[in-house]
């Protein structure tokens, strides 16, 4: 039986517990689990062209390419992937594109739009360690937006990212 002492030392500890502690677990998924039901990745990918002058191919998108999962939105989530910065201040990166695989829409034509995912991070993270895959966690929107490396069909708000270890 608890006395009124040990009642308040409970009490007053389960106050001091940290918000993350009583936060919702994250969803981890996968780039496959942004696919809509029933679409498999070869269905969103045609033949494409290649461009033998520049040496790349350039695929060609069907309406499947920007086709969301929609039981995603409003999911609270954690996905790995690779950044690719937008904005870079002093403190770090806040605002990138999450991509799938190491130099996406850099050195060649983007994913389609479904495999591509816009996050604005609350905390910055630290622009000495780009190359590295990363786990963000947050808020998942579906939210189809135009930039100037590709079309995206998802938004995360980043609540905490840490390091992908394999």
């Known amino acids: 039986m608890l006395n009124r002492r ?3 030392m409970l009490f007053s500890g389960a106050l001091a517990t940290p918000k993350t502690a009583l936060a919702a677990t994250p969803k ?7 696919l809509p039901v029933g679409v498999p990745y070869s269905e969103i990918i045609g033949e494409g062209e290649l461009d033998e002058v520049n040496d790349t ?12 999962n929609e039981s995603l939105d409003g ?8 950044i690719i910065p937008f904005d870079i201040g002093v403190k770090g990166v806040t605002e990138f594109m999450l991509v ?5 829409c850099i050195h060649m034509p983007p994913p389609p739009a479904n495999q591509l995912v816009m996050v604005n991070a609350k905390t910055p993270w630290p622009s000495d360690d780009l190359w590295n895959p990363v786990w963000v966690i ?5 939210q189809l937006q135009t930039t100037d490396l590709g079309q995206t069909g998802y938004a995360i708000v980043a609540d905490q990212m840490e390091v992908y270890e394999w």
């Open 57 to 68: 191919w350039n695929p060609i998108y069907d309406e499947n390419a920007t086709k969301l």
């Open 6 to 8: 040990s009642a308040l």
């Open 100 to 104: 799938p695989y190491t130099g996406a």
């Open 75 to 82: 999911s609270y989530i954690k996905m790995p992937g690779f």
């Open 28 to 34: 981890e998924i996968t780039w496959d689990d942004l």
């Open 138 to 142: 947050g808020m998942m929107r579906m």
